[in-house]
């Protein structure tokens, strides 16, 4: 990276600055990551020491269908030579190289226990055997007629590949998974038929789009299959790109157990998922009482996945019980798209579908040009001992008079025959058995074979279209070998959408239905009680805390929160702390601010309305169903200008309305003077010289105005009785009347401490 990377001479003392020390060592620790070890080529789709392992194992023969040898033999021969690094960081990738469920072609036929997809480790490298598969040959395939550039090895005692032949489409086909230093790419596997499609299709088309191929490459391919569920806009995106992700869930189906009862059995599950954390998940939620639509889950896999779900009763809908599973678990993963990969060699790039295929296309030309040339260059050096074999045969009794009488007979030979000196080595190297080998017809028949053999390369390399050709025949070989009606070549993932279902069914079906009771202390602690708690009198709290809201609801419920920054916040009860303790602060859930208090705090039921006011005394009738929301901000309803808060809220009940003031003024006027809006600031209800309102109620005529005192009596008065204070809104009011609270609190709003 630069001189300052080589240490000074022994003595000296450089001064450097620290910044450039640190960004020169950094970049080439970064440099070292991307380019050495975490992103795979474009060309191969290897990395590293994958390529190594590969190349180590053809140097050690252990071709398709040889003898299998020891794991730690190949380990050992890869590190000595090419990749000096762990052992156990070598064989982990050996080992993936090899696994059924995690590569969509393995490229190692590996013997013993290579580890499973419940997540168990492999034996030992002395314990298990490998070799390569025909995939790894493909890939391999060519290496020694000078196919690709070779470099020295980190010793300088041997040579290693650049990269490799590629004549199977591994990037795309296997995938690949790495983490850089600032950048990172994931490539799911996809189904090779479907690729080699698809590169047929570029060779045809030069400069066809990535959308174009989506017609041959469906999506994802997976080894352990599953089910895509993401919109074909969505995976068309992430292809163009060459960023996004895949929404994969389990494959699964009801069986059917008599007396109208049934179970799930799932036969697939999403890609690198451990099956054995998957149940214990399950297992963990069950217990947890998460799942409530759930009875039980057993693994009875062998072979093949087998996981059966069985529902907590036969009226449980599978698939919204499905659903809840797919929520919480990881039966439904999300597979990331970042084809971040090294263009040829040295240049990492974020490439879409086409441009990838494209980068895998212009390897196997170039490829082709390099055999294509090595081979030429192998018929010049034939065709040159072929003339020299034919001269020996016309003259073999002279060659042997030569030889056995000249100490020298090399320069004797080249001088008498005109022979070149590769000519002259050819015959004199030539075995004596092989004299009666020696006849014209075959060496004329040899020397035309090589010569038609020659013409139709020189035609090749010159023809650009007869390049394609050749490649084009090689996929469509590779597609055979590959296809559909193989048992390695069948797509195994298929495509389906998500049933659209309620999302508040499917979280009700999520949470056991328990009545709790919700309480809200003064200083703005949340929890829930077991049960329908009438009597608080013994619920503990904080020092300097008490009690200021609780109300009976039901686990699967929500609730309304209504604070003094005129915002609703909506919570589920599900999510809210149990009764041991004091429960948790109400702002963990809730975006609250710190000089923001809670006004009221009740079940939701919707279909109900609520006057909403201001300590201003500003206020409207806003229906249930419209404050209802979604995040931890709430829903601005009463709109406020500073110093202004929400002051009090009530259900609507009945036709008038009771306003009181600080200043003990209560005013009664009718409902219909009060707007609804869903949104807003209202209209003036009371009006204060100075300080502001204090409660609002609303009541029947018939019935009258109620309220009760803090020791919880019950006082009411009729219509007839309230005569003097009835009036307009807007009003000012008339001071309360006798026995009121003196807190100016109607005491028990249905929303508020009894709902």
């Known amino acids: 990276m630069g001189t300052r990377l080589i240490p000074p001479e022994k003595g000296t003392v450089e001064d450097v600055a620290l910044r450039e020390a640190l960004e020169e060592r950094y970049l080439a620790y970064a440099l070292s990551t991307i380019m050495n070890r975490a992103l795979p080529d474009a060309r191969d789709g290897l990395k590293p020491v994958h390529r190594r392992i590969l ?78 598969t025909e995939v790894a040959r493909l890939l391999i395939d060519g290496i020694d007629e000078d196919a690709v550039d070779f470099r020295p090895t980190y010793d300088g005692t041997g040579d290693e590949p650049v990269v490799l032949p590629g004549a199977f489409p591994n990037l795309l086909a296997n995938g690949s998974q790495g983490i850089a230093v600032g950048m990172a790419t994931s490539i799911p596997p996809h189904n090779a038929a479907e690729l080699c499609d698809a590169a047929l299709h570029l060779i045809d088309n030069r400069n066809a789009r990535g959308k174009t191929l989506l017609k041959y490459v469906k999506g994802p391919d997976f ?85 059966v779900i069985e529902p907590r009763a036969r009226t449980v809908d599978a698939e919204l019980m499905m659903e809840s599973l797919f929520k919480l678990t990881e039966l439904e993963s999300r597979i990331p ?28 030309r170039e490829v082709l040009l390099r055999r294509s040339r090595h081979r030429l260059a192998g018929i010049a050096h034939r065709l040159e001992v072929l003339g020299g074999y034919l ?24 001088k008498t ?14 075995r004596l058995r092989n004299l009666r080998k020696l006849e014209e017809m075959e060496i004329r028949g040899e020397d035309k074979a090589l010569h038609e053999e020659q013409r139709k390369l020189k035609a090749l390399i010159d023809s650009e279209d007869q390049q394609w050709k050749t490649i084009a025949g090689q996929i469509k070989e590779l597609k055979e070998q590959f296809g559909p009606k193989t048992a390695l070549g069948r797509r195994r993932t298929g495509f389906g959408e998500a049933p659209a279902h309620d999302v508040a069914a499917i979280e009700e079906a999520m949470v056991v239905r328990e009545p709790v009771t ?46 003094s920054n005129g915002r609703f916040y909506t919570l589920d009860v599900a999510k809210l702390p149990g009764g041991r303790g004091h429960g948790e602060p109400l702002r963990l859930f ?20 609520f006057l909403v006011a201001s300590y201003q005394g500003n206020g409207f009738i806003v229906p249930e169903d419209e404050v209802l929301g979604t995040t931890r901000k709430g829903k601005q309803v009463l709109n406020l200008k500073a110093p202004d808060r929400a002051a009090a809220m009530t259900v609507v009940t009945g036709e008038l309305v009771a306003t009181i003031g600080e200043n003990r003024k209560l005013l009664i006027f009718g409902l219909d003077q009060v707007p609804e809006m869903s949104k807003g600031r209202g209209v003036r209800l009371q009006r204060y010289l100075e300080k502001g309102l204090s409660d609002v109620a609303t009541f029947e005529v018939e019935k009258g105005l109620t309220w009760v005192d803090t020791a919880g009596r019950s006082f ?7 005569k003097e204070w009835r009036g307009d809104r807007a009003a000012a009011g008339r001071i309360r009347p006798d026995r009121f609270l003196t807190n100016n609190k109607f005491g028990a709003p249905p929303a508020g401490k009894g709902d």
């Open 391 to 414: 001269v020996a045969y016309l003259n073999l009794d002279k060659v042997i008079k030569i030889i056995r009488s000249e100490d020298e007979p090399k320069p004797l030979l080249i």
């Open 716 to 722: 009411a008065l009729s219509l007839k009785e309230l």
């Open 417 to 430: 025959f005109k022979l070149t000196e590769v000519q002259a080595d050819a015959i004199l190297n030539m």
């Open 590 to 609: 809730i975006d609250l601010e710190q000089d923001a208090e809670v006004v009221a705090a009740f079940a939701y039921r919707g279909g109900r309305k």
């Open 55 to 132: 190349y180590g194992m053809r140097l050690l023969r252990l071709d398709p269908g040889a003898a299998f040898k020891k794991s730690a033999k190949v380990v050992g021969d890869v590190m000595g030579n090419f990749h000096p690094h762990g052992d156990q960081a070598i064989y982990d990738a050996l080992v993936r190289l090899s696994q059924d469920f995690a590569q969509r072609y393995p490229l190692i036929d590996g013997q013993g226990n290579f580890g499973n997809i419940d997540g168990d480790n492999p034996a030992a490298m002395r314990y298990t055997e490998a070799r390569l």
């Open 223 to 307: 080894p352990t299959g599953g089910i895509i569920v993401d919109s074909p806009e969505a995976i068309a995106e992430a292809y163009v790109t060459g960023r996004g992700s895949f929404r994969v869930r389990a494959r699964w189906k009801t069986e059917e157990t008599g007396r109208g009862t049934y179970v799930v059995v799932i036969t697939e599950i999403p890609w690198l998922v451990q099956k054995s954390r998957l149940v214990e998940k399950l297992a963990d939620l069950i217990n947890e009482k998460k799942l409530p639509l759930v009875a039980d889950v057993r693994d009875e896999s062998a072979e093949d996945v087998r996981l």
């Open 518 to 563: 919700v309480v809200v202390s003064e200083k703005g602690w949340i929890r829930t009680l077991r049960g329908h708690v009438a009597d608080l009198s013994g619920v503990a709290f904080k020092t300097d805390d008490a009690l200021k809201f609780a109300f009976p609801t039901e686990t699967t419920a929500k609730m309304l929160i209504f604070g």
């Open 337 to 364: 798209l970042n084809m971040n990969v090294l263009v040829k060699g040295r240049i990492p790039q974020v490439l879409g579908l086409a441009e990838v295929l494209r980068e895998w296309l212009d390897h196997r």
